[in-house]
């Protein structure tokens, strides 16, 4: 069966494509991309699907998402947060071990891939915990996690405090060539706060978490990484501080990585005035000059991808009084619409270096295929509209997770298809 | 950047920041009606007959609550005190049940206070009742303030132009904000003096002058609030003894005459006399610590009569 995409801007970084063109796809796999392909390689029988207006690039990847299954179903699950993934454009996703209980063994990773090979709408990669139970102590069977199938470690939700215990997983991980994932936050100095540190959190008397304790953090673990000769990748960036120390570090050949989510990048703590649960996050939202860094970092390079630490959360968790509220809101539904709107609108960002932060990068980071249209390549693709303005309506999310603080916003550009392995998993917004 | 969502305007008093100057002075000057009602023999009046005010407090506060209670019942409504306790806050089920259980009983009005920043705001989008905060976490304390500044117009006339010293633990105090927000919005210069570890980061971006000698704070000032200092604070190693608190940041006869020599001295109580303040200070005829107290009552009953009437006037009313 092939399908032919037809008319779209194909924007593909990888192959140095951004121009109309047609795509052609036979069974599981991408046969060309090219104007006019479709007279000659199709002969009868070919689905067509018209993208004229639209963007067409290789499926959305995002590397940082909480799916819940095991132990957390009513958060989230497996089928549904693969749905929220197909209707955010998302062709795959690397879920974090912080199930109950959490993967730290090769069986939850076997588990995990065989339940999401049945049920999952997207490609799901495996992060598996860097330490046992995710204590911080002793190192998970991490070369046996890795050959069943997980593609980086992390031990996300917490920061590794023992730095010997850091250091050794990094150079364990090392040998596998796979990187690891930290939450990098210094606790001692984060402590109970609930919001970022700085003027908002003074206003509302609401205990705040300094951006120097992540700096701190990204600051030990690069010159771990760099002592380990390990790759390190730095998750939900959210401080001026921390993008500048990777800045440096990458300039010197540190084998360093990172993220900003799409709320970082969008959000500042101004959205905490009036105690809204749904701007309650770690790291938390920050001040104005932060989020002008790492949008900074974004265009230099610095920060390498954006994912968007999907945190789905039961509504009696989130509807409380601030203090006590969960951390984290779902956000693969509104990822791209953010992204579009916030950096694309506003000219920050062209497509083309989109498709690399949601795309090229993390399928590189993560060593999964996907990132790119070359002929032979699976046939996952994401056609996306960037005009298309709506309203940001949780009750109709795929997600269990309805808390966001983008509920009732407008953002410009949203998903139209999702295409895994050459079958669409979601046309005009509903998942198949 | 994408903005972030505006409040609603609503009838609840749940903070002076977003409070505006002329609902403040509508209930500065309904409250020094009430004040007259309050030195009557016959302090009853008929006003808020028929209405049920439930004061609902999940932290302890005799001095508030009792305050609230009285304000309400000369003013005929029913009042009914709910203390709850703060060990099932943790459970995150408490306040939410709580307060839609005293909404089904149909009350009009809840006067509340809770240990979470917030917890008022949080009341007043899930229940109908109007909702006065009185006091969440270190957020807002907004009858507080107001009834701080109905104390200094009292004395001083008029707040414009006053150097006012907020001395002490700014970081934990809501005292403190509803003051500075109340302060600034009618003219005055707020200085707030208290060691490092007990001043938020960016207060300044506030509008106020921060010091680290509270004699810098003190100085020429109209008026001198010092803060209570809990000595929990010390324990969580903010400071290092309530000696040297005392000797460094406490207020006393000779660095009160650094201020002018009509100062007055204020306090939201309970006070702890030889550290924050020492005893002369605090019961010399500066000190206007007594008229807060009935102050407060005052200004309940001009909140509690202006939320729950939607601010007729009390003439028409009487
Ligand atoms: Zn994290
Ligand atoms: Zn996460």
């Known amino acids: 069966m092939k399908l032919l995409i037809k008319g779209g801007h194909v924007v593909d970084p990888a192959n140095g494509i951004d121009q109309i063109a047609d795509i052609v796809i036979d069974g599981q796999k991408i046969i060309g991309v090219d104007l006019g392909l479709s007279d000659q390689t199709i002969s009868g029988g070919a689905e067509i699907f018209d993208a004229t207006g639209l963007v067409v690039c290789p499926g959305l990847i995002d590397m940082h998402v909480h799916l819940r299954e095991p132990g957390l179903e009513a958060k989230e699950e497996i089928r549904t947060g693969s749905e929220a993934a197909a209707a955010g454009g998302f062709t795959a996703v690397a879920c974090m071990p912080n199930t109950k209980p959490i993967v730290d063994n090769s069986i939850m990773v076997s588990g995990i891939l065989e339940r999401a090979r049945r049920e999952a709408a997207v490609h799901i990669h495996v992060i598996g915990a860097l330490t046992k139970e995710q204590a911080g102590k002793e190192l998970a069977e991490i070369g046996d996690m890795v050959q069943n199938g997980a593609v980086a470690l992390s031990d996300d939700g917490h920061f590794v405090e023992d730095a010997r215990v850091f250091q050794t997983g990094l150079s364990y991980a090392s040998m596998f060539d796979i990187p690891v994932i930290s939450h990098a936050e210094e606790e001692s100095l984060a402590g109970e706060g609930c919001m970022h540190e700085g003027l908002v959190s003074t206003i509302l008397g609401v205990k705040g978490r300094p951006a120097v304790a992540e700096e701190i953090a990204v600051a030990r673990d690069i010159l771990l990484a760099e002592y380990a000769k390990a790759r390190l990748h730095i998750a939900h960036v959210s401080a001026a501080g921390a993008v500048e120390l990777i800045r440096q570090a990458k300039r010197r050949g540190v084998k360093v990585t990172a993220e900003a989510t799409p709320h970082h990048l969008s959000l500042t703590d101004e959205a905490v005035y009036g105690f809204n649960t749904a701007t309650k996050v770690n790291p938390p939202l920050r001040s104005a000059d932060h989020v002008r860094s790492l949008i900074d970092g974004l265009k230099d390079g610095t920060i390498d991808a954006i994912a968007c630490d999907h945190a789905p959360h039961a509504p009696e968790e989130k509807d409380v009084e601030y203090r006590i509220a969960a951390n984290g809101f779902t956000g693969l539904e509104t990822s791209l619409g953010v992204i579009l709107t916030a950096l694309y609108h506003s000219k920050e960002l062209t497509l083309n270096q989109i498709v690399q932060l949601m795309s090229v990068s993390p399928a590189a980071i993560l060593g999964v295929t996907g990132g790119s249209l070359a002929p032979g390549a699976t046939a996952d693709i994401t056609v996306f509209d960037p005009d298309k303005e709506w309203i940001v309506d949780s009750k109709h999310f795929y997600s269990k997770g309805k808390s966001t603080p983008f509920d009732g916003k407008t953002l410009k550009g949203k998903a139209v298809a999702t295409v895994v392995a050459g079958q669409f998993v979601m046309k005009n917004g509903e998942v198949l | ?318």
Not at chain 2, 90 to 117: F, Q
Not at chain 2, 160 to 186: M, P, T, Y
Not at chain 2, 199 to 212: A, F, L
Not at chain 2, 288 to 304: D, P
């Open chain 2, 1 to 318: 950047m994408m903005n972030a969502g505006a409040t609603p305007k609503t009838n609840h008093l749940l903070g002076l920041r977003e409070t505006d100057v002329s609902r403040i002075t509508d209930i500065l000057d309904t409250a020094r009606e009430m004040k007259n009602i309050i030195n009557r023999d016959i302090k009853k009046l008929p006003t808020l007959r028929g209405r049920a005010i439930v004061t609902l407090f999940f932290e302890p506060s005799t001095r508030t609550r009792t305050s609230f209670e009285l304000a309400g019942k000369y003013l005929g409504a029913d009042v009914v005190n709910i203390t709850a306790a703060a060990s099932s806050v943790v459970k995150g089920e408490s306040l939410r049940d709580t307060l839609l259980t005293v909404e089904a009983m149909g009350v009009d009005a809840i006067v509340m206070r809770h240990s979470a920043e917030g917890a008022a705001h949080f009341a007043s989008q899930l229940v109908k009742p109007v909702i006065i905060n009185a006091g969440d976490g270190a957020h807002e304390h907004p009858t507080q303030g107001l009834l701080d500044l109905f104390t200094i117009r009292e004395r001083k006339q008029n707040l414009s132009g006053l150097k006012v010293a907020i001395l002490g633990d700014i970081l934990h105090s809501r005292v403190a904000r509803s003051n500075i927000w109340g302060l600034q919005k009618f003219g005055a210069e707020v200085h707030v003096a208290g060691p490092t570890t007990l001043m938020p980061v960016d207060i300044e971006k506030m509008g106020v002058i921060v010091h680290h000698r509270v004699e810098d704070a003190i100085t020429d000032a109209d008026v001198i609030n010092v803060l209570r200092i809990q000595k929990e604070r010390q324990e969580k190693g903010l400071f290092p003894t309530a000696r040297e608190y005392a000797r460094i940041f406490g207020v006393n006869a000779k660095r009160l005459a650094l201020a002018k020599p009509d100062a007055m001295i204020m306090h939201p109580g309970p006070m702890n006399r030889g550290l924050e303040i020492s005893h002369d200070v605090a019961y010399s005829n500066q000190s206007s610590i007594q008229e807060q107290v009935q102050n407060g009552v005052a200004i309940r009953m001009a909140t509690l009569f202006l939320t729950l009437t939607g601010g007729k006037t009390l003439e028409t009313i009487n």
